[in-house]
């Protein structure tokens, strides 16, 4: 979407605008699922994704090359597949994170508002609890 220039500072604006929105993501949440309540909350947020979704509908990106030709399917699996194992920094990792998508954050995401909802007195709690974790987690 940039020109090569300003890439560097383009995906610094996009790491700081995700980091912001992991910080202060939950606590508005928190903030709105108290005052509004939850259905209202979700609506809301359906809402954020319909301007989304008009955002990048007016965005045109630029081409770098002539496209591409399509290649079969299994050709194509076939390319991914050698660029995914080209690359040990990325399938290193690939083990530690799907194990932590399933054994932390899955429990994380389901259990972490349930005790906060029976224990620690509702969304309110469950904000504060969300905000101040790791964006990564």
């Given at each position: 979407m940039v020109s090569e220039d300003l890439l560097q500072e383009a995906n610094g604006l996009i790491g700081m605008a995700t980091n912001g929105a992991a910080i202060a993501g939950p606590a508005i949440a928190g903030v709105l699922v108290t005052a509004i309540g939850a259905g209202w909350g979700l609506a809301l947020d359906a809402a954020t994704f319909a301007?989304?979704?008009?955002?990048?509908?007016?965005?045109?990106?630029?081409?770098?090359?002539?496209?591409?030709?399509?290649?079969?399917?299994?050709?194509?699996?076939?390319?991914?597949?050698?660029?995914?194992?080209?690359?040990?920094?990325?399938?290193?990792?690939?083990?530690t994170s799907r194990s932590s998508s399933a054994f932390v954050l899955g429990p994380w995401q389901v259990l972490g508002p349930l005790v906060a909802e029976r224990s620690l007195g509702g969304a309110?709690?469950?904000?504060?609890?969300?905000?101040?974790?790791?964006?990564?987690?």
């Open positions: 301007v989304s979704a008009g955002a990048l509908a007016l965005l045109h990106p630029r081409l770098r090359s002539a496209p591409r030709v399509a290649l079969p399917f299994v050709a194509e699996l076939r390319e991914g597949w050698c660029e995914f194992v080209g690359r040990p920094w990325l399938w290193s990792r690939s083990p309110g709690a469950w904000a504060v609890i969300a905000t101040s974790v790791a964006p990564e987690l």
